[in-house]
């Protein structure tokens, strides 16, 4: 049995892939979390299946990491975990190079010293490692009205967050080039649907507009993005996973291009289909536009070619129809609060103490 090791896969991205594929046969999955604001074992489903093993831990501890590659001899590394809002980069950017700079370099370290013989030769019973790095189309910068990001767009980071993980991504590709670490990246659009943590715009336009509360909007609300559901998200991972050229880049992107303003009104309006409000208006009423964030890109859009045309990936979900379920689903569980006191942990579960480190958020 192959054991495989995801990191942040209590939070939103890393937590719909391990739901999707911790039925595989013949692969034991550990999930490593530090279990802060962003990660909630609630979001996976994992009840009963011996093959999976949740670990409390720190990608920033060196010894929790030493010993899980230690015990478990990884295969493979599906690296979620990142510090990844960006209004928090800019208040303190510390936490952000820790984790998503240090921790992605203590991953790399630990899987160079169990895979490797030499550069570029694996050691026996290694030959089929494989480390895919998750990351970010933000690390390219800001587009303006026209062209799209592709994998040879330079970088161009322009916050503390994006700039953290353009980091780590030359960290990933530096040990291909010199070692021979068998390593891909993935660098994804904005991502929505189930599990979102609140102080993401989707969750933030739900959550506030079932409040009766003014829905704020950055700006002028006409920042663009390029929005991708994250279960295709999962599908192009996995995907890459099996069929990606060691030391590639693959872009995965929705080619679903809107406005904040848009999402926030199509939000509304589904929102009064669905749950009118008391007093007959519309959420729209409660849109409120707010003094622009610091830095704040002005638009992202992904040239996914090389997935679709290399590895066959394509996302099945247009904007419309993922997020009318994405509403539908938080209707459905937004009014359970989550009592986080008290989390699904699994048939496997191994605590581990990390102390005061900075904490590992669970993915983007």
Not at 72 to 98: K, M
Not at 212 to 223: A, L, Q, R, T, V
Not at 301 to 315: R, T, V
């Amino acid at each position: 049995m192959r054991n495989i090791l995801i990191t942040g896969g209590a939070g939103f991205i890393g937590s719909n892939y391990v739901n999707m594929y911790t039925s595989e046969e013949n692969v034991h999955v550990v999930n490593l979390d530090k279990l802060t604001y962003a990660g909630n074992l609630e979001n996976i489903n994992v009840e009963g299946n011996p093959d999976y093993t949740f670990v409390q831990g720190d990608i920033c501890d060196k010894e929790i990491l030493k010993s899980l590659f230690e015990k478990y001899q990884f295969q493979q590394v599906i690296h979620f975990a990142a510090e990844s809002h960006v209004d928090n980069s800019i208040l303190d950017p510390s936490a952000f190079v820790e984790t998503n700079i240090s921790g992605t370099f203590n991953l790399l370290q630990n899987a160079h010293k169990l895979w490797m013989e030499k550069p570029f030769v694996r050691r026996e019973g290694f030959e089929n490692t494989k480390f895919l790095h998750i990351s970010t189309d933000e690390v390219y910068g800001t587009l303006g009205k026209e062209g799209l990001f592709t994998e040879e767009t330079s970088y161009a980071p322009n916050s503390p967050y994006s700039a953290s993980k353009a980091s780590s991504d030359f960290l990933v590709r530096s040990y291909f080039h010199t070692y021979g670490l068998p390593v891909l990246t993935t660098n994804c659009s904005n991502n929505y649907g189930p599990n979102q943590h609140d102080e993401k715009l989707i969750p933030t336009i739900i959550r506030t507009a079932l409040k009766e509360e003014p829905i704020p909007i950055y700006g002028d609300g006409k920042n663009v993005r390029d929005w991708l559901y994250v279960s295709d998200h999962c599908k192009g991972i996995k995907l890459v996973l099996q069929k990606g050229r060691f030391g590639e880049t693959y872009n995965i992107g929705g080619r679903n291009e809107r406005e904040n303003i848009y999402i926030a009104q199509k939000i509304c309006d589904i929102l009064d289909t669905l749950t009118p409000r008391k007093n007959k208006k519309s959420y729209k009423d409660l849109i409120t536009f707010v003094i622009d964030r610091p830095g704040h890109d002005k638009r992202y859009a992904i040239d996914a070619s090389k997935i679709e045309n290399e590895l066959g990936w394509k996302a099945i979900e247009n904007f419309e129809s993922g997020i009318e379920k994405t509403v539908k689903w938080y209707l459905k569980n937004i009014v359970h609060e989550r009592n986080h006191s008290g989390r699904r942990l699994g048939n496997k579960t191994t605590p581990i103490d990390a102390g005061n480190k900075q904490a590992v958020n669970a993915g983007f």
